[in-house]
């Protein structure tokens, strides 16, 4: 789940020490090993919108962002721990799903170089 972290030769970073050392501080430890199956005052409303944009949405195409849009949220709160940051709770699903491809793109482009 932290592979995003590592650097360009897949070794852990510190970033990854970091990160390790916020979840074994607060609650988050809890939810990663699976004593909690979901963050629940996030979860539920994390949506690219309301209706058939939501996850419920009779359109696959809609359910499958919305779940992309989920994983990106929970990625770009580990990046922002392992940054010394605090957790974004406020970020919405759209902004998230954005932010993460962003992510990605970087470090794919690293990976290239």
Same mark, same amino acid.
């Given at each position: ?26 609650? $988050?430890? #809890?939810?990663?090993? =699976?004593? #909690? ?13 309301? =209706?058939? /944009? ?5 359109? $696959? ?6 779940? /992309?849009?989920?994983?990106?949220? /929970? ?17 919405? $699903?759209?902004?998230? #799903?954005?932010?993460?491809? @962003?992510?990605? @793109?970087? @470090? $794919? ?5």
């Amino acid at each position: 789940m932290t592979e995003g972290l590592a650097d360009a030769r897949n070794r852990a970073t510190e970033r990854h020490i970091t990160l390790y050392r916020r979840w074994a501080e607060g609650g $988050a430890a #809890l939810l990663l090993t =699976g004593e #909690l199956d979901e963050a629940p005052d996030v979860e539920k409303t994390l949506r690219i919108g309301p =209706g058939i /944009f939501g996850p419920n949405s009779p359109i $696959a195409m809609m359910k499958a962002v919305n779940g /992309f849009a989920r994983i990106g949220w /929970f990625y770009e709160q580990i990046y922002r721990l392992a940054d010394e940051l605090e957790a974004d709770v406020s970020m919405g $699903a759209l902004r998230a #799903l954005m932010a993460y491809e @962003k992510t990605e @793109k970087t @470090k $794919a482009r690293e990976l290239l170089r």
